[in-house]
């Protein structure tokens, strides 16, 4: 069975909100067997638009990855952010 990828590509406005989201969220990736592989750090946008903060995490299976964001445990999660910053999120199977 393939791993997935979620990634996200984030502007956070309220650093000090955004924490709580984060810290909320591991909850969730850990329930889910997820590896967070890229998190903010240094990048390059190449093309078309970007977002100051971008992150990737792998999930065991496309399933797992979409019940991760449907759970109750991010979904919790995803409230705290609400006002902390916007987000782009996008699942994606691997080969």
Known sequence: MPKAYWIAHVT???PDQYKFYAADAGIAFKKYNATIL???????????????????????SLQSAIDCYHSEEYQAAKAKRAG??????????GV
């Open 84 to 93: 902390a910053g916007e987000a782009d999120i996008v699942i994606v199977e």
């Open 38 to 60: 890229a998190r903010g750090g240094s990048h390059e946008i190449m093309e078309g638009q970007g977002r100051p903060r971008n992150v990737v995490i792998a999930f065991p």
């Open 12 to 14: 956070v406005s309220n």
